[in-house]
């Protein structure tokens, strides 16, 4: 069981960014941010985010200070990571080494990769209107990437899953 968790809140705004405030929790344990960069969990960074360690090294979350962190630190058993926007949630789990565990992000009315756009533009989805779309990662893995896409038509509603290539794919994640 955890033994202690780590909290990062972390704003996942693609298109705005809100005011950014950091505070430092009484209890050490817990960090608690509100961020203002934009945070993408795009396909070239779930390498960095696979590894606390990188996480430290890179910082994404500039007032966070995860360089604080003290990994490989037999106190605690496992690192929880969530973060939440208007958008989108994050839900982490890392090991005492700083080692993914599981992970799962959701982002909703993201902007789409070109081999998805490129399918919702031609052939038979060329007359309907995307009204809305949810990404899924899990585990920041290619190949667990899964979008969601609500298309309408003359007040007829379709929803396509798509995987990362834009590939139909059955309801999976």
Request: negative net charge; aromatic residues 8%.
């Amino acid at each position: 069981m955890l033994q202690k968790i780590i909290i990062l809140t972390s704003c996942m705004l693609l298109a705005t960014a809100l005011q950014a405030q950091a505070q430092q929790s009484s209890n050490p344990s817990v960090l608690e941010v509100t961020e203002q960069r934009v945070l993408a969990y795009a396909e070239e960074n779930f390498r960095c985010f696979q590894n606390l360690n990188c996480l430290k090294r890179e910082d994404p979350f500039p007032s966070s200070n995860l360089g604080s962190f003290n990994l490989n630190n037999n106190r605690f058993d496992q690192y929880v990571v969530e973060g939440s926007s208007e958008n989108g949630t994050m839900h982490a789990v890392y090991n005492n080494r700083g080692e993914l565990i599981k992970a799962k992000v959701i982002q909703r009315n993201v902007a789409l990769p070109k081999a998805v756009a490129d399918v919702l533009a031609s052939g038979e989805f060329k007359e309907w209107i995307q009204i809305s779309n949810e990404v899924t990662v899990i585990n920041f893995d290619r190949s667990q990437v899964q979008y969601m896409v609500i298309l309408e038509r003359d007040g007829e509603i379709r929803i396509e899953y798509l995987n990362i290539d834009g590939e139909p794919m059955n309801r999976v994640l």
